[in-house]
């Protein structure tokens, strides 16, 4: 059983940067691949970025790529997701989730193939 806890979500204005920390419970966080989604009002839950186990590999959605940044510290049990240049279609609930992995290298990026989500952060911003 994994419990997760995200932070991090808030109010920014466009172009501004926000960092997501997710912690995690439990003693085996490193068996997990980890993922970040984010889900706006009437729409689906939608990936955002991945990685892997040993945080060698990593995935990001388009609307992701060359400005969020994904990274994990298996020692503090912790991902996180480095946000910068936010638009105001970033605006959503961002999700961490977490994805039984046996390996190392491997990333998901479909709603259905974790295993335990956290509650969600609010992240809004403004124009």
């Known amino acids: 059983q994994v419990q997760l806890v995200e932070s991090g979500g808030g109010l920014v204005q466009a172009g501004g940067s926000l960092r997501l920390s997710c912690a995690a419970s439990?003693?085996?966080?490193?068996?997990?691949?980890m993922g970040w989604f984010r889900q706006a009002p009437g729409k689906e839950r939608d990936i955002v970025a991945a990685?892997?186990?040993?945080?060698?590999?990593?995935y990001y959605a388009d609307s992701a790529k060359g400005r969020f940044t994904i990274s994990r510290d298996n020692a503090k049990n912790t991902v996180y997701l480095e946000m910068n240049s936010l638009k105001p279609e970033d605006t959503a609930v961002y999700y961490c989730?977490?994805?039984?992995?046996?390996?190392?290298?491997?990333?998901?990026?479909?709603?259905?193939?974790?295993?335990?989500w956290g509650q969600g952060t609010q992240v809004t911003v403004s124009s």
């Open positions: 989730a977490a994805a039984q992995s046996y390996g190392s290298s491997w990333y998901f990026i479909g709603v259905d193939e974790y295993d335990y």
């Open positions: 439990g003693r085996t966080f490193s068996s997990y691949a």
């Open positions: 990685i892997s186990r040993s945080g060698g590999n990593t």
